[in-house]
């Protein structure tokens, strides 16, 4: 009894301590719950406080660079006609309808003729087919002329190195010197078609001292109207195309479905029409003509170095209708060609000027003279670019002065290489090459040239870091790496076919 007593005041004694502890326990644990729910409330509220803020941020910046940009828009829309005005289109053209024109120069006549003859209405489809991507192409590189302030030279030294530039550069020095060669021959031997005894060499120094003559001492302002006028002398191929009278079902049809044949000579015929079509010069030319037009129109005033929005839109009416109209031409070539040559069995065709001649029994004078005043016009055009883009393409390899804008003594290293070029062109005229063959070698250098300048013109055109807001739209990217695909491939035909 007395020990059932004792234990029961031992419980009683040792019960304070024991709910002591317990709750002293309890107190710990349910603490640390609230500690735990403390920290976590507080890392969610900073959380979604820190997000809040990011939002906040974004937003702000969006307004108020959409409140920057809103006077520029409305401005520029206000400006702009609620129909469509020729007039206002027209001022325009530029760099980019200089840039096409320039691509249906007399070499690219000899392909697309040779092309038309051999081979009928066959690769007409490639005339609308290559039109996306070569449009794409040169809006990329009007783009980054524009963004940049800098030619495309300049633009790939700075971010990927003086070698690559280099090595572009002398490969492209060599490949335009040879088009000039050859162009400079086709213009002469027009002239000696429609004047038959007219002396070739006086004709050759004549038409390479106006050229020069013409680019040396002629503001830019003056020089891009002269180029623009003799635009004009396009028309000449259309018109033939026209005054031949081709089967026009059999053209839209050949045009809209592909027709590929799987042999060497037809392979190798449409890599020297991609070639002659999405060209590497014409990528130098419209980046650094971008920046021309730029200076030439801030020349008054404080220029900025920031692109306006109403210059990229202008841009791209000009670098569509310059590129709509090289195809336009380029599609004509072939349709003259093809309705008229090829039908009539003459197939061995290897220069404008044999085009020229061939057209005459078959298809009047008018067509002849049409398509012999063509190449001439199209020699002035397109000489002063394939000597101006390897110009831009050198100066800015070693920082010398370049532009159009600036006179002979202010830029003399730039004006030297297009003094260097052209009279090397005319000098090709009397080393015994063909022009057919020499514009084989060209095509090759071309070849090798494309895909690299492609390539590294869509990684710049695709880097924030250097293109900020104006990096390429999904359209952009999609033909300008189709152009770099397809480009590459050609450019692997062209060589195996020369190895094996």
């Not at 003729?113 to 489809?125: D, E, H, N, T």
């Not at 929005?309 to 000009?318: I, K, Q, S, V, Y």
């Not at 398509?371 to 001439?376: E, H, M, P």
């Amino acid at each position: 009894m007395e020990e059932k007593a004792k234990k029961i005041i031992d419980d009683i004694e040792n019960a304070p301590k024991s709910i002591g502890n317990e709750i002293v326990r309890d107190s710990k644990v349910v603490t640390d719950e609230i500690i735990k729910d403390t920290r976590i409330v507080a890392g969610g509220i900073a959380t979604g406080t820190k997000a809040v803020a990011g939002e906040i941020a974004k937003d702000t910046k969006m307004v108020v660079e959409g409140i920057e940009k809103a006077p520029q828009v409305i401005v520029e829309t206000l400006k702009r006609p609620a129909h469509f005005s020729l007039k206002i289109f027209l001022k325009k053209l530029g760099p980019g309808l200089i840039t096409g024109a320039s691509d249906d120069d007399p070499s690219g006549v000899a392909t697309y003729s040779y092309v038309g003859a051999r081979f009928g209405y066959q690769q007409l489809w490639l005339s609308l087919y290559l039109l996306p991507l070569m449009t794409a192409v040169q809006e990329i590189c009007a783009r980054i002329g524009l963004v940049t302030d800098e030619g495309l030279a300049g633009t790939v030294k700075k971010h990927y190195g003086k070698k690559l530039v280099i090595f572009v550069s002398t490969l492209l020095l060599f490949a335009n010197i040879v088009n000039i060669g050859a162009n400079l021959g086709a213009m002469t031997s027009s002239t000696r078609l429609l004047i038959p005894n007219v002396n070739f060499t006086l004709i050759l120094i004549a038409y390479t001292v106006i050229v020069l003559l013409l680019v040396l001492f002629v503001r830019y302002h003056t020089y891009s109207k002269i180029l623009k006028f003799l635009v004009i002398s396009l028309g000449a191929y259309i018109a033939t195309g026209i005054i031949t009278r081709p089967d026009w079902s059999m053209v839209l049809k050949s045009a809209l479905i592909p027709q590929i044949q799987f042999n060497k000579d037809f392979l190798m015929a449409m890599v020297a029409v991609m070639g002659t079509t999405i060209t590497p010069y014409l990528f130098f030319w419209q980046t650094s003509e971008e920046v021309e037009e730029h200076i030439e129109k801030h020349l008054d005033v404080k220029r900025s170095k920031k692109v306006e929005l109403a210059e990229l839109a202008d841009m791209r009416e000009d670098v569509f209708a310059g590129m709509g109209l090289a195809n336009l031409v380029f599609f004509f070539i072939i349709v003259t060609t093809a309705s008229v040559l090829f039908t009539n069995g003459i197939t061995n065709i290897e220069t404008a000027q044999d085009a020229a001649m061939a057209l005459r029994p078959l298809a009047g004078d008018h067509a002849y003279l049409l398509f012999a005043t063509g190449i001439i016009a199209t020699g002035f055009l397109s000489i002063p670019v394939l000597a101006g883009s390897v110009a831009y393409a050198v100066s800015e390899t070693f920082d010398w002065n370049e532009g159009l804008y600036h006179k002979f003594k202010e830029a003399k290293g730039f004006y030297g290489i297009i003094i260097l070029a052209t009279i090397v062109g005319l000098i090709i005229n009397y080393i015994g090459i063909s022009p057919f063959k020499a514009l084989i070698y060209a095509a090759v250098v071309n070849g090798i040239i494309a895909p690299i300048l492609l390539f590294t013109i869509m990684v710049i055109s695709n880097d924030k870091k250097i293109m900020g807001d104006f990096v390429n739209s999904r359209t952009s990217n999609f033909f300008g790496w189709l152009a770099t695909i397809l480009m590459g491939a050609a450019a692997a035909t062209l060589i195996l076919s020369m190895v094996f």
